[in-house]
Structures are given as structure tokens and as C-alpha cells.
């Protein structure tokens, strides 16, 4: 074992109590608190932006094909297409492709008795994968099509539900509007189910139906259809997936991503990346800081031993190689007792989620946690590896230190 070495070690497990003892105890507080601070941010906000942006996508899927229409606002009654197999049956053998399912889109007056309320009808057909909504089906269950004619059932969100003051079973009248207002035709449905999504545009914007009723009332023909989305089965690559489909596409379609239909909720969840960085920053300055300031007192409180050591042959390279080691320890039990709190603090809130957060404001009730391995890991290395350069600093005062003032020193 090298000496230096030795020498740290008695320094670190010295069981006396002292001064540089509280403070070495103090440092490796800090930066445990650093560390854990630091993995609980990621995590949190990992955890954020896959929920929100995972509830997107189970809505309505990572990329819409449509009619192209330059001038037409995105999130509206679209154009009808033609329904093209070859196009639809290429996409669903693209390896990146988990679905691609045909909707359409009407605006409907529901009313009943007391009142009346203004949403978007999406029509899907029957075999729409309601599967991915599951989690969004807070009462009863998803409508079901039949195989002639159209469906009368309906799904509402609790939003637009407790607005009407109805729930599961309940018939209201649904009313659509012709786009000269020439004629205003109606339909008697039932409530089938009501879901939530938690994000407010969503839930207080659309009920679930039948495509082919929305065909029926626009004189659409049974292959025409609003458009497509499409689910990827991983969301990492859906530029480069929309840029590969926008190229097969026929002419007069187009493809757009979720982000650039809805780029106020991507924006705002982009936001939380700023919060996150600030947040590290902090703590790594917080940590770095810390540990500096307990190496320096180190030095001055070993001062003595520096001047025998000195005195007895040792060079300033030996001595700061003692501190270094020590500080290197100290960093290290900071670092892993950060890294096992952070991770222990997450997983309990993956678990029993004691940490709640207002729905209308953030769109999820439960904070989300998120681990992803290698952004812990960089975390823990790069941590290491800033303090141990940073440490370097301090030792330098080692070179400053007279033998025979330091021997003399009390």
C-alpha cells in the first residue's frame, strides 16, 4: 500500500473527535444532499414529461395524417380523404409503427334537460385499440360499433359530464350543424363510459363516437376518412419517422407530429428542461463549494503534521496526494449515500406516491418518477470527477507551508 495512502486512511477513520472530523462529516452531508437533489430532479422530471407527453400519445398517437390544407387551422373539422391501402398497409409495416387507425372529427351541440355544452366528436371505428385509453376510463366502458349502420353510444369526459349533470346510461340529444346553418339535425345516444385524461384541453374539448355517424351527417362515403394517427411504438424517433412518411405520402395528404399540432403543451413541458438545469447547476455549486472549503480546513488543521512530514524528507507532491485521497473519500461517501437516498426517496414515490400535485395545474395528480440508469450514472461520474479536479486547488497551500512555522504552529 502506498504510504499516502496509509497515512489518508488514518486521517479518515481517525475515531477521535476533532474538528476536521465534524467538518469532513459535514462535507459528505453536503454532498450526499447534492447528489440526491440532483437524481430526484432527473427523475422527477424525466417522470414528468413521459407522463404528460405519454398521455398525448394514448390520445392521439405520435403522428396525424391528413388532407393538406395550407390555410386551415390544425385542430378543426378536417377534409375528407380517400382511404389508400397501399399507403396505410406500407406504414403498417414500417418496424417503428405500432398502429395506424383511421378518425374524424365534428363539432356537436350536446344537450340535455338542463343544459347544453359545445365539444369535438372524435369517430373512430371498431377496430380502433381502445386499449391505450384504458387508463383514461374512469366509469363504465369504451362504445362498441356495429357491424351496419352506426353506433348510438357515446363517451364524454367527467369534465363535460359533471357540466351536464349527467352520468353512465344517461341519454342526450346530440346536435350537429350543417356548414351553411341551413339545417340542424339531431340524434338521441347513450353515455356508455367517461374518461380523463387530466389534460384540460382534451377533456373539456372531446367525446368519443362512431366515424361513421360523422360520415353519415357530412355525405362522406364509407372510405372516406378525416385523416390517420399513427403510434409509434417509441417516441424517440418520431421526426425522423414523420420526415420518412411525409415522403410517401400522396400529394395532397400530409403528415404532422403531436408537437406540431400542440406546441403550447410541448413548449410548456420543454419549460421544465430550464427548471432542471438550474436546478443541477445549483446543486453541483453547492457540493463543489463544500468540499473545498472542508479540504482547506483540513490542510490548516493538519498543519503540524504538514511541517514534520516535511521535515522528515516528504515532498509537496507526497503530502497533497494525503488530502487528495482523503477528499477523494470523503466525495465518494457523499456521492453514494446521495446516489442511495435519491434513489430509495424515488423509488418510494414510484411506489406509494406520497407526493401529490393539483391535476388542473400540472396535469397529473401523483408525481411521476422516472429512473433512467446511464443519466444516474453520468451524474455520479461526473460529480466525482469535477470534485476531484476541483480539490486539486486547495492542495496547492500545502507548497505555502514553512516545516519549521508549521512544527511551531498550535
Not at 355544452?117 to 386499449?131: A, I, R, W
Request: aromatic fraction near 12%.
Amino acid at each position: 500500500m502506498k504510504l499516502s495512502l496509509f497515512i489518508a486512511r488514518r486521517i479518515a477513520f481517525n475515531q477521535q473527535k476533532s474538528f476536521s472530523r465534524f467538518i469532513s462529516r459535514l462535507a459528505v452531508t453536503a454532498t450526499a444532499f447534492s447528489i440526491a437533489a440532483m437524481i430526484l430532479t432527473l427523475s422527477f422530471v424525466n417522470g414528468f414529461k413521459a407522463a404528460i407527453t405519454g398521455k398525448i400519445y394514448r390520445f392521439w398517437g405520435h403522428i396525424r395524417l391528413q388532407q393538406y390544407e395550407p390555410t386551415k387551422a390544425i385542430i378543426a373539422e378536417e377534409t375528407p380523404l380517400f382511404g389508400n391501402d397501399t399507403v396505410v398497409q406500407y406504414i403498417q409495416h414500417m418496424p417503428e409503427v405500432a398502429s395506424i387507425q383511421p378518425f374524424a372529427t365534428k363539432s356537436i351541440i350536446l344537450k340535455n334537460k338542463e343544459t347544453i355544452e359545445g365539444v369535438l366528436l372524435k369517430g373512430v371505428d371498431k377496430h380502433y385499440t381502445f386499449n391505450k385509453l384504458q387508463p383514461f376510463l374512469i366509469k363504465g366502458r369504451w362504445p362498441t360499433f356495429p357491424d351496419t349502420l352506426y353506433s348510438k353510444e357515446l363517451a364524454l369526459s367527467t369534465t363535460t359530464a359533471q357540466k351536464m349533470n349527467v352520468n353512465i346510461n344517461d341519454s342526450i340529444y346530440v346536435y350537429f350543424i350543417s356548414n351553411d346553418f341551413s339545417a340542424t339535425r339531431y340524434r338521441k345516444v347513450c353515455i356508455t363510459g367517461l374518461y380523463k385524461t387530466g389534460i384540460e384541453d382534451y377533456d373539456k374539448l372531446f367525446a368519443i363516437g362512431d366515424i361513421n355517424l360523422i360520415r353519415r351527417l357530412n355525405n362522406w362515403q364509407p372510405n372516406q376518412v378525416g385523416g390517420y394517427e399513427v403510434t409509434l411504438k417509441t417516441a424517440i424517433m418520431i421526426d425522423s419517422i414523420n420526415n420518412q412518411l411525409f415522403d410517401i405520402l400522396p400529394v395532397d395528404w400530409t403528415s404532422r407530429t403531436i408537437a406540431d399540432i400542440y406546441p403550447n403543451l410541448f413548449s410548456w413541458i420543454n419549460i421544465q428542461n430550464v427548471n432542471e438545469r438550474v436546478i443541477i447547476i445549483i446543486m453541483a455549486i453547492v457540493a463543489i463549494i463544500n468540499l473545498i472549503t472542508c479540504l482547506i480546513i483540513l490542510v490548516l488543521e493538519r498543519t503540524k503534521m504538514i511541517g514534520v512530514l516535511k521535515a522528515l524528507g516528504a515532498n509537496n507532491i507526497f503530502i497533497q496526494k494525503i488530502f487528495l485521497y482523503h477528499a477523494t473519500w470523503i466525495a465518494c461517501m457523499g456521492i453514494f449515500i446521495g446516489c442511495s437516498v435519491g434513489v430509495g426517496l424515488g423509488y418510494l414515490q414510484q411506489q406509494f406516491g406520497f407526493i401529490h400535485l393539483p391535476e388542473e395545474s400540472y396535469y397529473i395528480a401523483v408525481a411521476p418518477v422516472l429512473f433512467i440508469p446511464w443519466q444516474i450514472a453520468a451524474v455520479c461520474a461526473t460529480a466525482l470527477l469535477t470534485c476531484f479536479i476541483t480539490l486539486i486547488l486547495p492542495t496547492f497551500l500545502i507548497r505555502k507551508i514553512n516545516p519549521v512555522k508549521a512544527i511551531r504552529f498550535q
